[in-house]
């Protein structure tokens, strides 16, 4: 992702970023989308684990479904425990 940024006052320019904050439980994000921007390389395969609770299965990158919903459920948990 990129946003257009003075870059000096003459010419406006692209400055690549990390994303933003977006919105929503990410915990709660479809993993399919989550899928996609791993395949899109916007998140790796650990950001997609520990950050939307979605396990992808190497080398095809297959969500495991059942997994998924284990670690969702101790990502949950670990929250109320902090």
């Known amino acids: 992702m990129s946003h257009n940024q003075d870059v000096g006052g003459k010419t406006p320019g692209s400055v690549p970023t990390d994303g933003g904050e977006g919105c929503g439980d990410p915990l709660e ?17 650990l950001m997609a684990r520990e950050q939307y ?28 425990e902090a």
């Not at 994000?29 to 395969?45: G, I």
């Not at 979605?54 to 929250?79: G, I, K, S």
């Open 29 to 45: 994000r479809d993993p399919d989308a989550v899928q996609q921007d791993v395949y899109d390389r916007r998140v790796t395969v």
């Open 53 to 80: 609770g979605v396990v992808l299965q190497e080398p095809a990158l297959v969500v495991d479904q059942e997994a998924r919903q284990c670690l969702r459920m101790v990502l949950r948990a670990q929250r109320v």
